[in-house]
Every structure is written in structure tokens, then in C-alpha cells.
């Protein structure tokens, strides 16, 4: 009897064995493929952030031509003429305007246009009267060098007197 008790038991052993083999098996199988899930839905936000972050990011100021239609906007562009465009680029910085500069070339001296979006006129004007401002106020101001050569000038006068002595100094004979 007791051989019998013996090998029942170790049947029922042997089958727990198998059973809990079985189910530690089917348990790892269910975490890999949650683990693959949630990897595979990470990746998958994170490209659809970064698609959106593009679309979101919009550089302002300087750009490309392609660029600066790229928004589907109508474009209206101005013609400068003068040679000293990076004081305009301060101004349409302080403006805040997107703009995109092309040189022709073809004319001497070259001519520059600015080509910016229609819906920025009012604030283009204001950064172009800014600008032309600037420009005459250029003009007018004498330059520095100028006003150095005429404090040369003045100080090489002022030398040319010459101190004389004078041995009698109000004495008279």
C-alpha cells in the first residue's frame, strides 16, 4: 500500500511540475508581447510628435523664398536699391517680419527686392520707414573722419603762433 501512496504522489509531483512549467511559459509569453506593445506605441508617438513639431516650427525673420511661400500665403515683394541691407534686417528683426532678399544681378549698381508676406504690410511699412529714416539720418551726420581732419587742421593752426620773448617787460627807457 504504502508503494502505491508513493507513486501516486510522485505522479501528482511530477504533474505540478509540468502545470506550473506550463503556466510560468504562457505568463513570460503575455509580458514579452505587452513589453513589444508599449515599445512599439512609444516609437509611434514619438514620430507623430516630431511630424508635429514640424509642422509647428515657423522660423521668423530671414528665409528662403520656398520657405516663406511654403505657407500658402500670397507674397508681395519691394525693391532697394542700396547696397547696406543689414540695417533693414535689424529693423524687420525688430519688427518681427519674415522676409526673403534677392539680388539682381543683372543692373549696376545691384538692386535688392524683399519679398514678404501680404499680410505683413502694415508692419513692412513701418519697418521700411524706420529704415529710410536711418539712412538719411546717415547721410546728413558728417563722418567721424571728416570731423578729425578739421580738429588736425585746428590744432596744426594753433601751433603755427609762435611765442616771442620779451626782454622788457614794461620797462621803459
Do not use: W
Not at 71 to 90: C, H, M, P, Y
Not at 91 to 112: G, T
Not at 150 to 166: F, G, I, M, N, Y
Request: hydrophobic content about 30%; glycine content about 4%.
Amino acid at each position: 500500500m504504502q508503494d502505491e501512496v508513493s507513486e501516486k504522489l510522485i505522479g501528482v509531483c511530477i504533474n505540478g511540475g509540468k502545470i506550473s512549467a506550463r503556466i510560468l511559459k504562457d505568463t513570460l509569453e503575455k509580458a514579452l508581447d505587452d513589453m513589444e506593445r508599449s515599445s512599439r506605441q512609444k516609437e509611434q508617438y514619438n514620430a507623430s510628435a516630431k511630424q508635429k513639431e514640424k509642422k509647428q516650427t515657423v522660423s521668423h525673420g530671414k528665409q528662403s523664398l520656398k520657405k516663406l511661400a511654403e505657407n500658402g500665403a500670397q507674397l508681395s515683394n519691394i525693391e532697394v536699391t542700396d547696397g547696406n541691407i543689414k540695417s533693414f534686417a535689424r529693423c524687420a528683426r525688430k519688427y518681427n517680419i519674415d522676409y526673403s532678399l534677392k539680388k539682381d544681378k543683372s543692373v549696376s549698381p545691384p538692386r535688392y527686392f524683399v519679398f514678404f508676406r501680404a499680410k505683413d504690410v502694415d508692419s513692412i511699412t513701418a519697418a521700411f520707414k524706420e529704415y529710410t529714416g536711418r539712412t538719411l539720418n546717415k547721410a546728413k551726420k558728417p563722418s567721424v573722419r571728416k570731423k578729425l581732419e578739421l580738429a588736425k587742421e585746428r590744432v596744426a593752426k594753433h601751433r603755427e603762433r609762435e611765442k616771442t620773448k620779451r626782454r622788457d617787460r614794461g620797462q621803459e627807457l
